[in-house]
């Protein structure tokens, strides 16, 4: 079979979030079953791309409302990534260093689908199917329908992936001037509540629509950002697939970003040098349990929470803990979580940063993962701790919930609570104190949940079911 998928990030290209995990994790995957998957993404200006060599596979043009545009697909020349990777340059518009985040990505994240579609419908073949990511590349399965210009690749199958639906590209009707000339009759697949809203028109055009766990595709029914009444319409082309981890890249046996390496045998002696590396390099006393968060810091990953709960947690348990956040996000968040390290130096310090580097470290050394999310479609950083031994404290919501059991239940091995809360997270900081001076307790955790199957193999099956159910 032959796969395209379109997304915004794949690492290790471009990683703002999970996206880029999965979109530079199940492409390998399904490679390796024999199968021939593509990724497309923008140009953006990475270390990934300077260090890379790349050859022009095709170039093209295309309007969008009154501009004309230049646009050039790039290749990685030798498979590295175990896939066909190819980026879109746009001189103008793709050509930048971050992601997100720039006042036009409407007009970005438009043409990077427009060359997209342009460029296949130049292939002399076809891809068995399109397989696009988020609402940045939603627009695709509508665009093949109603453009008339991309008429001879409409009957091409497409699957939509949503990764969060919290974020869903809504843009006023006067930019449908961008769209390439489609049949107006069509204008209620692209409109929500008198917006152009592309998750919501992906959700109706694409042929299949899954999320990444069971769990938060029931949460969607009730809580959607304004999509609940079209999930519960459109549920019967809906399913949930939890995603997998990248064993090649998140395995303590063979990771070269961590001092010792480890495995599910062995682990104690490794999981104890990489902790005295990193409490070394923070100063924190390493006979005490460590805490750690690693995470955009923003409201749905509940990271406004930890400022006060580590804060309560210390006057309530004393020092009796330590705990090391990394990440950036919201200005406010930062702020707070920066102004409390200067009061509990040796026990608490943030790195308001991204570092993939010091995040395997953190995995290997820590003996707790905080998340406390308000949504978590599927959540990654649940599943690289368990592989690393370290215990997830987390939320139960979407895919915590389908991910973590709590070590209280039957065959459990981390910490679960309900709320939002800095109740609960304190809460649970103190079960995790708990449990860290229960040492065989704490063991039987840690062999239990590194050795559950978390790797893509299993839901790479699925995504194959699902491509075959709607291949003609
Ligand atoms: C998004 C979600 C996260 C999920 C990831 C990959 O980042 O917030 O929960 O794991 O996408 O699907």
Redesign the pocket.
Known sequence: MEILHVSAECYPMAKV???A??VGALPKYQSALGHFAKVVMPMHRTRFLTDNEWEVVHKGTFDMGKLHYDFTIIKEKTNKLGFDLYCVDIYGLLDREKVYGYNDDTERFMAFQIAVLEWISKWHHKPDVIHVHDHHTALIPFMMKYCYAYSNISNIPTLLTI??AQYQGWMGWDKSMYLPSWDTWRWGQLDWNNNINPLACGIKCADKVNT?SPGYLGELMQHANGLESLFNYEMGKCSGII?GIDYAVWNPETDTFILDNYNLKDFTNGKHLNKQALCREFQFDENLPLFIFIGRLVNEKAADLLPGSIQWAFQKFGEKFCCLILGSGESSVEYSLQAIARRYVGYYNTQIKYNEKLSHQMYAGADFLLMPSRI?????NQMYAMRYGTVPVVRRT??LRDTVIDYGETDGYGICFNNPSMDDIVYSIGRGIELFENKPKLLEVRNRMMNINLSWETSTEKYLNLYHSIIH
């Open positions: 979030g999970g996206l995990d999965v990764h969060n990444v995603n978590e479609p599927c959540g990654l979407g895919g």
